[in-house]
């Protein structure tokens, strides 16, 4: 059984679509294969498809001009409409204006591209396409992609399983939170070679995006920043300490997280504010797009319920899930912090609506509600706030606050 990408059917339906479909996110998070899979699809339907691989030499020399690769797909196909896949498509030089170039031809072909996150294929190809394309982002395989995968079945009968039986729980939950999402770790059965793939990831991260954008010269230095980021998910951004303990300048620290963001490595979660004078306004949390990554980078593989991190990395899941249930809307997921220190995990706020989330590794037995989440529905008055566990499922009523306690595979739907 293939891993399932939830995306497919959508970049499937837009393949009708006059504009360029373009898929973009890490380095082997799987969009060669799954593109390939797409393809196969649609000549199992008849349809005619080219795919181009720009990592491969004998494809890339079609590209040298625009008219060279017409002429060439004009002689393959016979001037037929086809699906013409570009894989890798960051290698061509100037790729933005290559692709807006073959696009306002009006040619009758559907153009589908792919790349790696170099910051040049999000930002200028973006900014060059603008109108004719749209971007689909494909992370790394999400937990709901993971059971499924793992369980042969799909997530909706996932969740009375993890429900019903709780070593399958904890088995299929370490087990992500050990080696995160990439295709390759979880097809591999061998926890050896699963770090091994890491370690050729991680390389090829540092080496072909992070150096060649930044022409970054102390490469230890950045090693050790991206350690101490992973030692500290979901605890607030002090750049004074990170420059002390990294050996490199604060503007320099902040310049290299914020291209780790672009090349899809961290996240920052920002906080949710409407008093400055009583909360914290500027201070990001990170957290990793990847756990397996994270763990890398610590060699911190021996994940349990009482590992000091433990309760970071279930939080880093819940954030995960939180940005796959939310991302279809122009929700922003947020911290709460107020100088006080009483702290909310995450605040998703829709237009003038707030949903809190506090999130419990612990086991919890009863539903309990926490001092700061209370100071919080105090002050904001939310309709409705969630507790995320293990295993509890339960509902009280906080003044006009419904509170539900779920368990983090009801998130999976």
Known sequence: MEIPRFIEQELIAHLEKEEITLLIGPRQAGKTTLLKDIAGKLEREGKNCLFFNLDIDADAQHFVTQQKLVDRITALTGGKRTYVFIDEVQRIENAGLFLKGIFDRKLVHKWIASGSGSLELKEKIAESL???KRNFLLYPVSIAEFLSYRLSIGISQCIPLLQTDALLEENMLFEYLQYGGYPRVITEQDPLEKRKILQEIFESYVERDLQSLLQIEKKRELITLLQLIAY???RLVNYQDLSNMSNLSVPTVKKYLWYCQKTFIIDEVLPYFSNKAKELTKTPQCYFVDLGFRNYLLDAFNVSEHAPDFSFLFQ???????????????????YWRTQNQA???????????LLPVEVKAAPMRRPEITRSMRSFLDAYKPKEAWIINRQLKDTLLVDNTEVKFLPWYELLV
Do not use: H, K, P, Y
């Open 130 to 132: 603008a109108g004719r």
């Open 316 to 334: 880093q899941l819940i954030f995960q899930l939180l940005q796959n249930r939310f991302a279809n809307g122009i929700s922003s997921i947020r």
């Open 343 to 353: 702290e909310v995990d995450f605040v998703v706020q829709n237009g003038l609506t």
């Open 232 to 234: 500290r998910i979901g």
